[in-house]
């Protein structure tokens, strides 16, 4: 069935460093993939979202590229802040004219002062 | 706009009881999901309603689920008769157009059930 891996699980970095999450998706149909943030005790916002029309899209320190051949895409935040430390969700929407997205597992980031 | 509503934030009920969470969606959106999110298994979709009806039930977990729209701003999830095992954040989402667009969370519901 469809699925999205998300690595890694938890994931440190130094403030003023680059955190890259990665996902792989197994629909090719797959056309839609947002990207997620969910702080403690809040549901999840979107962050930034790309179109599998589109290679690569970028929001201030946010980006994220998409790589349809081989089926994933990553999330890049350069310049992290320790208010970036978050769970980050993955998903993938498998086909047009469908409603259900696919979630990743979810990264940790702990962003470190 | 107001984002995704969703009330009570917190829920403490025992074992037995009935429970109702409430959603509004985002004025204009015609699609609503509700997800229920745990450690051990992450986001699950429990249902999605499109114009106000139920178009994809098969996530929610038992007949003590149900779930209504009675109009495009509301929604209720109700869980008859409530078990510890159904502890968990309730997610409602809606989007301008379920089958293309993207999905808006609310700020959820903590369920515990004692």
């Known amino acids: 069935g469809e699925n999205v891996e998300q690595h890694p699980s938890t994931l440190s970095v130094q403030e003023g460093d680059s955190a890259v999450i990665k996902c792989t998706y197994s629909?090719?149909?797959?056309?839609?993939f947002p990207w997620y943030k969910q702080e403690l005790g809040k549901g999840p916002q979107l962050i930034i979202d790309?179109?599998?029309?589109?290679g690569e899209k970028k929001d201030q320190r946010i980006a994220v590229t998409l790589n349809k051949t081989a089926k994933h895409f990553s999330l890049h935040i350069t310049e992290t802040q320790p208010e970036d430390s978050a769970v980050y969700f993955c998903a993938a929407k498998p086909s047009s004219g469908t409603y259900k997205y696919i979630f990743g597992t979810g990264t940790r980031l702990k962003v470190l002062a | 706009d107001a984002g995704v509503i969703q009330s009570p934030r917190h829920e403490v009920t025992e074992m037995g009881q009935e429970v109702t969470l409430r959603c509004k969606p985002i004025s204009g959106h015609n699609s609503l999901f509700w997800y229920r999110q745990t450690m051990m298994r992450g986001l699950e979709l429990l249902i999605y309603?499109?114009?106000?009806?139920?178009?994809?039930d098969s996530g929610m977990p038992e007949d003590r689920f149900s779930a209504k729209m009675p109009n495009a701003s509301f929604s209720t999830l109700k869980i008859q008769p409530s078990e510890p095992r159904d502890s968990a954040v309730y997610f409602c989402?809606?989007?301008?157009?379920?089958?293309?667009?993207?999905?808006?969370f609310g700020p959820g519901t903590r369920l515990t059930v004692l």
């Open positions: 629909d090719s149909a797959s056309n839609y």
């Open positions: 790309i179109r599998s029309n589109v």
């Open positions: 989402a809606s989007s301008a157009d379920g089958s293309t667009d993207t999905q808006y």
């Open positions: 309603f499109n114009n106000n009806v139920p178009i994809d």
